[in-house]
Each structure stands twice: as C-alpha cells, then as structure tokens.
C-alpha cells in the first residue's frame, strides 16, 4: 500500500466511525486543557469518528513529570473520568501529547498562545468546515494504526505525539505476531544508520520474529554500529525510532501500581525515549550502569543525570518487569511494526515547515501525496494554478499557485510559485513565491524566495527572502513580529533579546501570550482576519 493510499484509509475511517472511541488530550496548562477540549469537541468528527460519537477527555500536566510518568498520570485521570462518568474502557484508546511551545517555531507558536500542536495546515474538515491543526493532523493519520491494533485483538494505549503526522507506506500484516502475547508496540523505519540519523535519531534492535530487543539513544555512527556489529549475522533488523507507541492496558496498570507515588514527587521525571525501553531491556543493574558508562565516552549524561534526581528509577522498572513475568506467566515483549518508508510531517522548524506547505506546488509524486495529505485538488487552470474557493482580480498575474479560501483585490498582484490559504489580501507581489497562511494586508511584498506569513493582520506586511511574520493579539493590542529562516538558534540571547528589530524578545512574548486564554485569543484573531477588507 502507497502513503496516497494509506491517506485515503485514515480518511475513510473516520467516515466509516471506525475511529477510537475514546480519546485522551494531555497538555501542560490548565487554559490549555480548556483549549484542546473545546478544539477537540469542534473537530472530532473530521479526526476521529464522523458521527461525534468518541469520548473526549482533556487533562493537564501542570508540573513537568516526562512523558513516561505523564502518560501513567493521564491514564489515572483517564479511569477516574470514565468512572465518573459512567464508561466502560474500549478494546482500543489514543492518548494525545499536545505538549510544547515550539521555541524553535518562535514567532509563530507564540501567536498561537504557546500551543506547537496548534499550528494550522492547509487541510479542511469536511464536516466541521474548520481548518484543522497539526494535533488534527497528528491524530487523523493515526487512525490506521488505532484500527490494525484494534482488528488483531491488541486491548491497549496508543501514545501518539501530537506536533506530527507518521504515514507509513506498507501494509501491516495481522498474522506476523502473537498480538495478545506482548506489552507494547514500537514504530519503526528500517533503514541502515546514516551519519546524520545516527546522531538525529534513537534506533530499535529488532529480532527475526519482529520483537524489540534493545534500544540505542542517538550517538555517532561509529559507536553505533559497533553496538550492531555483533547481530549483523544473526538475521536481527534495526530501525529508526518513531516516537509514538502502544501499551497494554495490563502493562498500564502495572506500571501505574508501582509509580503512582513518583507522580506526586516534585522533580521526578523521565521520557519514555530512551531510557525507560533502555532500563526495560537491561536485565540486570551491571548492564544498567554499563549504559551510563558508555554514555559518559561519547560525552553524554543522561543515565547519570537521571540517577541524581531519580535514584531509585531503575529499580522499579525492574518491578515492573517482574510484575508482567509473575501475573501474566510470560516476559515482558515489544512488538515492532514496520512502517516502510514513512511519510513524516513534522512543522516544528521554520525550514520544514516552508518545506512541507510548499511542496503541494510540485507535480511531482511527493507533490501528489502533499496535495492528498491536505485533501486538496490536483488539476489546474490554464496559468498552472489550483484555486479553491477564491476571489482573485482578472488582471493579476498569478501563476503556478495553490490558492484557497482567500480574497486578492488588486490587478497588481503580482504571485508565483506561491501558497495562499485563508488570505485577505488588497495588493500582494510575491514574485518569487512563498506561503501566505490566514493572514490579512493591504500591502503584502515578499521580496526574496521562501517568505511566510502566519496569522499575520497589518496593514503591510514587507519580508525578505526566507522572512517571518505573524501578529501578536496581546491584550494591549496587536504587535506584529518577525523572523528569518537563517536563525536556526533558539536558545540564550536571539530567545531572551530583541533581534530583527522587533520591540520585545521571544521569551518576553512567550510569558505574555501564556496567560491569554486560548477562545479569547482565537476570538481576537479571528475577529481582526474576518473584518479587514470590509
């Protein structure tokens, strides 16, 4: 199966009702709980299941706990509100992570209060009429994987990050494994280590018979495969990490029997990748600390960092991997699906996020999938544009272009190459393209390829080549901001200072967005964005 037909299967799903019946959001903050469970509430039935039948639940984290002991504290509150409400538990859940302020997305996650996931795409419910975002995103490509665990008999969690969308390009054959013998699932690339995955990217170890054997944290090639080297002949695989998951509901509730106390303990904290499937797969405390031996040769701490503020972490997973053998007759296993090459959305950078919106221009085969990843038409009219439900001037010269929902006045426009969704433009010259995204102007120049306006509502809206802006709705009033794709450091002073010439630094702008309640903010925006050409 192509990714073009595995994108079509998650959209038939959600209008077949095959979607998960229940749905858990964890986020960070109490007003972005508020925020995800009416967002949620308004698109289900485009994500999930079309008749709006899935049980929503929304809670928050509001104190950091990793995503390992966040998932268990969101499972707890999970059952408590099932309880309350009157729910049985479905053979199959999801469980959203809307977490992350995108600092490296920075202006834009901060015009969209701090919310990574929140960001907008190009693709539109069919039966809400909202544009989705990349949470909806996240979760509509998901929900293959939620139907192929539920078909082989798999009663458990999917874990899914919800800042991108994982398409695979194979078909999952429900035969390769015993589903109702093992704790978890892991997602995976085949692929051969490469320089740049290696440092990039956790790897599996997978057996013959499609079982995790071990995971390795990211590190240089050559540490790498000298850890490999040793099962190149033995018939095992290796792959590179996806990031989301799968859990048994047996194994949830193990393992939130012996953490529960942890998630209470202020600074106790720890991911799932790398270092609870590391200390899952470590079978005794020798081979642990061989681990952080290891690490400290490449120059890294994570294992002994872990330690100092979790001392006792590697001896209840060892609990817990006792507990699976003595209550459920059997040691603890990991299945491991294989999705192929997969097609991997991720907006969380400037660089691919220009990427990903603009490759829908392209009549090349990754063309086509963009286009269908976003449900957006392929043919064109006679200049090579694909114009959806747009009031474009006769006299404009306006080619080569996707252009959706948007209102250009003047005959001057002048726009190439370029992607304009939700635009309300009088004037826009964007001769050597780029992507105007539910902004508003009387004056928008992009004067260099790769410019993207976000959100933004100005009166002009002037960028260089590889340029940012968007539009702050403080309650004060709206700023505008910029940013260029060449700043690729987020961190110290270009976070913490003013640059570009905008008046306050990102951090500035992040704390005063954060305590804007997310309908409010919506409200503002959307009032300023609807009114501007009136």
């Known amino acids: 199966?192509?990714?073009?037909?595995?994108?079509?299967?998650?959209?038939?799903?959600?209008?077949?009702n095959l979607g998960p019946t229940l749905v858990t959001v964890v986020s960070g903050t109490e007003l972005d709980r508020r925020y995800w469970q009416q967002h949620f509430a308004a698109t289900q039935s485009d994500v999930f299941r079309a008749d709006a039948s899935s049980t929503l639940i929304s809670v928050c984290e509001p104190v950091r706990k990793g995503n390992f002991l966040g998932t268990l504290a969101a499972w707890a509150?999970?059952?408590?509100?099932l309880k309350d409400r009157g729910r049985a538990l479905p053979d199959i859940s999801l469980m959203s992570m809307v977490f992350g302020q995108g600092k490296r997305l920075s202006p834009f996650t901060q015009s969209l209060g701090n919310r990574k996931s929140a960001l907008p795409t190009p693709l539109r419910g069919s039966v809400s009429h909202n544009y989705l975002r990349t949470a909806d995103l996240s979760n509509l490509y998901a929900n293959a994987w939620v139907q192929h665990l539920r078909s082989v008999g798999f009663h458990g969690l999917v874990v899914k990050w919800g800042d991108e969308a994982v398409v695979p390009s194979v078909t999952w054959d429900p035969?390769?494994?015993?589903?109702?013998?093992?704790?978890a699932f892991r997602f995976v690339w085949k692929t051969a280590p490469t320089v740049e995955l290696a440092r990039e990217k956790d790897w599996i170890l997978i057996d013959p018979a499609d079982k995790m054997q071990y995971q390795y944290a990211r590190q240089p090639m050559e540490h790498l495969n000298r850890r490999l080297a040793h099962y190149s002949q033995a018939g095992y695989s290796v792959g590179v990490n996806l990031g989301s998951l799968a859990v048994s509901y047996q194994f949830l509730d193990l393992a939130l029997d012996i953490f529960r106390e942890d998630l209470a303990i202020p600074g106790r904290w720890v991911d799932w990748d790398p270092y609870v499937w590391m200390a899952l797969f470590c079978a005794t405390e020798a081979d642990w600390h061989a681990e952080a031996e290891r690490e400290q040769q490449i120059g890294k701490s994570g294992i002994r960092d872990l330690g100092v503020r979790y001392p006792d972490f590697y001896a209840k997973i060892t609990r817990l991997r006792d507990a699976v053998r003595d209550q459920l007759g059997r040691p603890f296993a990991v299945g491991v699906l294989d999705f192929g090459l997969p097609l991997w959305t991720d907006f969380g950078l400037h660089t691919a996020l220009r990427t990903g919106l603009l490759e829908i221009l392209n009549d090349s085969e990754r063309g086509a999938v963009a286009r269908d990843l976003f449900a957006l038409p392929h043919a064109r009219d006679g200049r090579g544009n694909i114009i959806v439900n747009s009031e474009l001037p006769a006299g404009a010269d306006i080619r080569n272009s996707v252009i959706c929902d948007s209102v250009i006045l003047s005959d001057e426009s002048v726009v190439h190459d370029a992607v304009v969704i939700g635009g309300r433009l009088r004037r826009a010259h964007m001769p050597q393209g780029g992507a105007v995204i539910f902004s508003a102007a009387d004056d928008l120049v992009f004067s260099g390829a790769n410019a993207i306006s976000l959100r933004s509502v100005a009166a002009?809206?002037?960028?260089?080549?590889?340029?940012?802006?968007?539009?702050?709705?403080?309650?004060?009033?709206?700023?505008?901001?910029?940013?260029?794709?060449?700043?690729i450091d987020y961190e110290g002073a270009n976070y913490t200072q003013p640059i570009l010439g905008n008046g306050r630094a990102f951090d500035d702008a992040a704390r005063k967005m954060s305590v804007i309640d997310g309908e409010l903010l919506e409200r503002r925006w959307l009032e300023a964005w609807q009114g501007w050409l009136a």
Request: hydrophobic content about 30%; glycine content about 6%; proline content about 3%.
């Open 460 to 487: 002009q809206v002037h960028l260089p080549g590889g340029g940012r802006h968007t539009t702050l709705f403080l309650d004060e009033g709206p700023e505008q901001v910029v940013t260029n794709e060449s700043v």
């Open 175 to 183: 035969h390769s494994l015993d589903y109702r013998q093992l704790d």
């Open 77 to 81: 509150s999970t059952l408590e509100a």
């Open 1 to 16: 199966m192509s990714w073009r037909e595995n994108i079509q299967n998650n959209q038939r799903l959600v209008k077949d």
